[in-house]
């Protein structure tokens, strides 16, 4: 059985750029939702992907966009990054919503 | 707006003690309750999940949950020092999306 994988792992960025990560869900499972963790917090939900529709969002701005594809995999994109928009960003993927099983993670950094 | 109180710790105790890690949460609505570990620079790792009142044992973890008090526990018996890690409580509530919200994690730190 194939967990849940993210790419890149790590990627830096200056502001203003956007970034795109990249998420494949385990075996099986057809939800996905993103996570934002910053250091020393909890995961904070960005928003989830249920059959391809958005099934939820978190306190995030527009420019926190995503989609999921038919094979259930995912992107997270960021537009006009911010110093701020470092941190670790979490891919979890589920059968019907949970429980939920996460990557390894992409940690961004913003110069 | 959903709340998911830990208290951040650190929680240090001997090899070979129970560690006792709590978490409070404040939505009366909330039916499923997990217990992740995340090593420092790693991922969350699921390690125990509870829908009803009472206690559930997997191995050395036993998670305690009391709907009433608005309380959910881990209790790790027989602590290593391989146990040393973050533990976050998560609660979701049900109704067609289940996304749980994270509490900030109690830092354990077991000492040979």
């Known amino acids: 059985e194939t967990g849940v994988t993210q790419s890149p792992t790590h990627l830096i960025k200056t502001r203003g750029q956007q970034v795109t990560l990249r998420c494949s869900s385990q075996?099986?499972?057809?939800?996905v939702s993103w996570y934002q963790q910053a250091l020393g917090q909890g995961p904070q939900f960005i928003f989830q992907?249920?059959?391809?529709?958005?099934?939820g969002r978190g306190n995030f701005p527009p420019r926190f966009s995503g989609l999921q594809f038919p094979n259930y995999s995912s992107e997270l994109n960021v537009n006009a990054l911010e110093l701020d928009d470092s941190a670790l960003y979490l891919c979890?993927?589920?059968?019907?919503?949970?429980?939920?099983?996460f990557g390894d993670g992409t940690r961004l950094s913003i110069l | 707006q959903k709340e998911v109180e830990q208290n951040s710790g650190p929680l240090s105790v001997p090899e070979g003690a129970i560690a006792s890690l709590n978490c409070t949460y404040s939505?009366?609505?909330?039916?499923?309750f997990f217990w992740y570990r995340q090593y420092s620079g790693k991922s969350p790792e699921l390690i125990m999940s509870?829908?009803?009142?009472g206690d559930k044992e997997d191995g050395r973890f036993t998670a305690q949950l009391n709907k009433a008090s608005q309380y959910v526990s881990l209790l790790i018996r027989d602590s290593q020092p391989s146990d040393s890690a973050t533990y976050l409580c998560?609660?979701?509530?049900?109704?067609?999306?289940?996304?749980?919200?994270f509490g900030r994690g109690t830092s354990l730190i077991v000492h040979p």
């Open positions: 979890a993927s589920s059968l019907d919503g949970q429980p939920q099983h």
């Open positions: 075996s099986g499972h057809n939800t």
């Open positions: 992907y249920y059959r391809e529709e958005e099934n």
């Open positions: 939505d009366r609505g909330s039916q499923s």
């Open positions: 509870i829908y009803s009142n």
């Open positions: 998560a609660v979701s509530t049900s109704g067609g999306s289940y996304i749980p919200t």
